[in-house]
């Protein structure tokens, strides 16, 4: 199981490295750069001719403010693309909010929430899941734990205020 992660800055790495650690924690190969569609956009087209050719199953791509990145990336792929839009800007996260999820038709980005990465990492499982049936196991006894963790937080508020 391979997948891809790029940022377009390292200033963005705070808020990605909660999907990187998720994607490891269920044994995916995890390949990470920081290639701004703006700043370096020959060696982002460089390593998208190797993620079309390695193996990778998924991309997640994470980026603020005018955040190009990910329509940049979808355009050389025809890979599933996770856009994580981040704050930091003065608009908070809605203009790269509104820059990932506006794709034109044919070119898509599955735009998680601003600074959603730990949802986009459990998009991409669910996507490699299809192919592989370990993983799919481990995520629906994952979700069985957190049904059962949820029942109990409710009954703990249910036994509180009885
Ligand atoms: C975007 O611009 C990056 O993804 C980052 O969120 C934002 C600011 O980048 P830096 O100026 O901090 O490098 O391209």
């Given at each position: 199981?391979?997948?891809?992660?790029?940022?377009?800055?390292?200033?963005?790495?705070?808020?990605?490295?909660?999907?990187?650690?998720?994607?490891k924690?269920?044994?995916?190969?995890?390949?990470?750069?920081?290639?701004?569609?703006?700043?370096?956009?020959?060696?982002?087209?460089?390593?998208?001719?190797?993620?079309?050719?390695?193996?990778?199953e998924?991309?997640?791509?994470?980026?603020?403010?005018?955040?190009?990145?990910?329509?940049?990336?979808?355009?050389?792929?025809?890979?599933?693309?996770?856009?994580?839009?981040?704050?930091?800007?003065?608009?908070?996260?809605?203009?790269?909010?509104?820059?990932?999820?506006?794709?034109?038709?044919?070119?898509?980005?599955?735009?998680?929430?601003?600074?959603?990465?730990?949802?986009?990492?459990?998009l991409?499982?669910?996507?490699?899941?299809?192919?592989?049936?370990?993983?799919?196991?481990?995520l629906?006894?994952?979700?069985?734990?957190?049904?059962t963790?949820?029942?109990?937080?409710?009954?703990?508020?249910?036994?509180?205020?009885?």
């Open positions: 199981m391979k997948a891809a992660i790029i940022m377009g800055s390292t200033s963005d790495l705070s808020k990605v490295e909660p999907a990187i650690e998720i994607l924690n269920y044994g995916v190969k995890v390949n990470v750069r920081c290639l701004s569609a703006h700043r370096a956009h020959a060696g982002l087209s460089e390593f998208m001719k190797e993620v079309n050719e390695d193996g990778t998924v991309v997640i791509t994470a980026a603020g403010m005018a955040a190009a990145l990910p329509g940049v990336v979808a355009s050389q792929t025809v890979l599933p693309v996770i856009g994580v839009p981040l704050s930091g800007s003065v608009l908070d996260g809605m203009d790269a909010l509104m820059s990932i999820v506006q794709m034109p038709s044919g070119i898509p980005v599955a735009t998680v929430a601003i600074n959603g990465s730990k949802n986009a990492a459990y991409a499982l669910q996507i490699m899941a299809n192919k592989h049936e370990e993983l799919k196991k481990a629906l006894e994952d979700r069985k734990a957190m049904e963790s949820a029942m109990k937080a409710n009954e703990e508020v249910q036994a509180r205020f009885s």
